[in-house]
């Protein structure tokens, strides 16, 4: 049997633990998933748990099954950084060597001032701020004044708030576009990131048409081997954005995480060959970030409950696999991302039930296997672990 598809989604910010370097990042304590399950009386996630997500070494607040249905493990980031583009640059067989740059006080003059001569608008805000709270705060003047609230995080982020009314979505993809060709070499951030809203004082309200703009991958990843060889590479999500539009042969953006899961089940409906590669982001982008662990675990139950519509879709010849590209620990009073270990589960009719692959020592292995299970040559970073999971009559 030739397995000739892989369904791979990434439960954005679901890290199981901190890394052993998480005190550096100031992440210590963080456990996305344990943290949960501990302040919410425990997590209903029996689907994810039958495929052997619960029997991860190091795991917590999830009872182990016995004879799990997948083969399953943990990641740890070799990367310096616990950023999305990070995250999902090592996924895809490319380990970055330097932290993208970070601004705790603000984007410097010489970057704001060319970024309002080439837009004509000047700026408000420049800090590092939650975006809820900075829209709150300055959307009023922006609705008054046409300028836009640029902010920043302790991530590597440009973020660009304006309202839908007073900037139309197209100008402010625009605007995004210049700032990212100004953030470049010594400022290149990791993302810019459209954040539109809509709505008056006391009840403004993001919508579902942000937009990330992310630096181009500095050499070839998984995506661009699998385009070359002629097959599919179907993206979900912002995962267009994150790899911005390399290695792409067809894309679609969700306005939620089960809209995420209904353009998945398309895909996996089809015909198509080669690559599945969906982020389901509301984990982070609703609920981690937000502090909201009530919030986090309905999302992380919603997902479960939709799992056995995407295992009853797959082919004889599909892999599934499941992971995240960092933590988010909405228990902890940060509201930034967190350096943890990100699960790893793999399930198909090909694929052995009951391994444990323990910790591996890169996100980029899946990548590796990913190629490997394609059986597509290649140079990226990572150890494949196919002929760990491929049952022997393969």
Do not use: W
Not at 7 to 20: F, H, K
Not at 247 to 256: E, K, L, P, Q, R
Not at 353 to 380: C, H
């Amino acid at each position: 049997m030739v397995m000739n598809r892989v369904i791979l989604i990434v439960l954005d910010s679901v890290g199981i633990g901190e890394m052993p370097d998480a005190h550096i990042y100031g992440d210590d304590g963080s456990n996305t998933i344990g943290n949960i399950s501990k302040s919410q009386g425990g997590i209903s996630l029996n689907k994810l748990a039958s495929l052997g997500f619960s029997n991860i070494d190091g795991i917590e607040g999830l009872s182990k099954v016995e004879n799990p249905l997948g083969s399953y493990g943990r990641l740890m980031e070799k990367s310096k950084g616990k950023d999305t583009t990070t995250g999902h640059f090592e996924i895809a067989g490319i380990i970055v060597e330097k932290e993208f740059p970070t601004y705790p006080n603000g984007f410097p003059r010489e970057v704001i001032e060319e970024f309002e001569e080439k837009t004509g608008l000047k700026v408000i805000g420049n800090r590092v701020a939650s975006g809820t709270e900075i829209v709150e705060e300055l959307g009023e003047e922006h609705v008054k004044t046409g300028n836009p609230i640029c902010y920043t995080s302790a991530d590597s982020v440009f973020q660009i708030a304006a309202h839908e009314d007073i900037i139309p979505i197209d100008r402010l993809y625009e605007i995004c576009v210049i700032a990212r060709k100004i953030l470049v070499g010594e400022h290149g951030v990791g993302r810019v990131i459209a954040r539109p809203f809509i709505g008056t004082k006391g009840n403004f309200k993001r919508t579902s048409n942000r937009r990330d703009f992310s630096l181009k991958p500095p050499k070839k990843t998984m995506l661009d081997y699998i385009k070359n060889s002629n097959m599919d590479v179907q993206a979900v999500g912002k995962i267009e954005d994150i790899y911005a539009g390399e290695g792409i042969t067809d894309a679609v953006h969700i306005s939620d995480n089960m809209d995420g899961v209904n353009k998945t089940l398309e895909y996996i409906k089809s015909d198509s060959k080669g690559l599945i590669f969906t982020n389901l982001v509301d984990f982070d982008m609703h609920y981690g970030h937000r502090n909201n662990p009530i919030g986090y675990k309905k999302a992380l139950e919603e997902f479960d409950n939709r799992l056995q519509e995407i295992i009853d879709a797959m082919k004889k010849e599909d892999v599934l696999i499941i992971t995240a590209d960092h933590g988010c620990d909405p228990t902890t009073p940060s509201t930034d991302h967190s350096r943890e270990y990100t699960p790893l589960v793999i399930y198909g009719e090909n694929i052995k039930q009951g391994v444990n692959l323990g910790t591996r020592d890169s996100f980029s292995d899946i990548g590796k296997t990913v190629l490997d299970i394609l059986n597509i040559e290649n140079d990226i970073d990572g150890i494949s672990f196919k002929k760990e999971i491929l049952k022997e009559s393969i």
